[in-house]
Every structure is written in structure tokens, then in C-alpha cells.
């Protein structure tokens, strides 16, 4: 678990630990909109990457509580998860991406008819 400054502002999230295997740790919590939600922690060698919708957290033990509840603390929180949506315009290829293509692949050619 992790140390916390005792002076920081966020209180963290309460998490109740349900046990894990060779996968990591499972886990219930609040989400920001008051839902539960049950997750999958893993540890986070340093230097490793962070997965792709990954949130880096930190846990602290709950002492008023007792186990199996933490404070969960997040460090990261991802930008981008998958399948969430997106703002702005769609994402397109440029042209120069379609010029590289297209020299790669050849040019698309014209549906053929069919009799």
C-alpha cells in the first residue's frame, strides 16, 4: 500500500478488496457519478507503461473501517478510455496518409459491376 501525504486535499475514494488471483486484485468502488463499479488491480512496476484505459491509483489502509476497505487514491486518471466518446470532429486520414497508401497499396479502384 501506499503513503499518502497527510496533507493532501483528496479524501479518496472507499474500496472494499474482494480477493484475487494470478490476474490481479478485484475490487468495488463509487464511481464520480455515485454508481458501484468493480475493477481489477494489478501492480505497476516502476517504469512499465500504463495500459491503454488504465487508471494509476495508490491504496491507503482505512483504519476506521478495517479490512478489507481502502482509500484509493487516484494518481492518473486516463484521458481516453475505450469505447468512451469523443469530442470534436471524426478523426479522418489526412491526405498525406492516404498518398502513403496509396503508394504502399496502390489506389483504390472502382467497384467492379456485377452482371
Known amino acids: 500500500m501506499a503513503d499518502i501525504d497527510d496533507k493532501s486535499d483528496d479524501p ?3 474500496a472494499i478488496l474482494l480477493g484475487g488471483d494470478e490476474r490481479g486484485m478485484r475490487f468495488l ?3 464520480k457519478n455515485g454508481d458501484v463499479v468493480g475493477g481489477r488491480m494489478v501492480p505497476a512496476p ?3 507503461p500504463i495500459p491503454p ?3 494509476l491509483v495508490a491504496l491507503c489502509p482505512d483504519w476506521e473501517r478495517g479490512r478489507p ?3 484509493m487514491h487516484t494518481l492518473y486518471e486516463c484521458p481516453d478510455r475505450p469505447g468512451a466518446a469523443r469530442k470534436g470532429p471524426a ?3 489526412t491526405a498525406a496518409y492516404d498518398r502513403g497508401w496509396e503508394r504502399i497499396w496502390g489506389a ?3 467497384p467492379k459491376e456485377s452482371n
Open 108 to 110: 483504390k479502384s472502382a
Open 29 to 31: 468502488t463509487e464511481d
Open 12 to 14: 479518496g475514494r472507499e
Open 53 to 55: 484505459g488504465a487508471d
Open 46 to 48: 516502476d517504469g512499465a
Open 69 to 71: 476497505h481502502v482509500r
Open 91 to 93: 478523426r479522418t486520414p
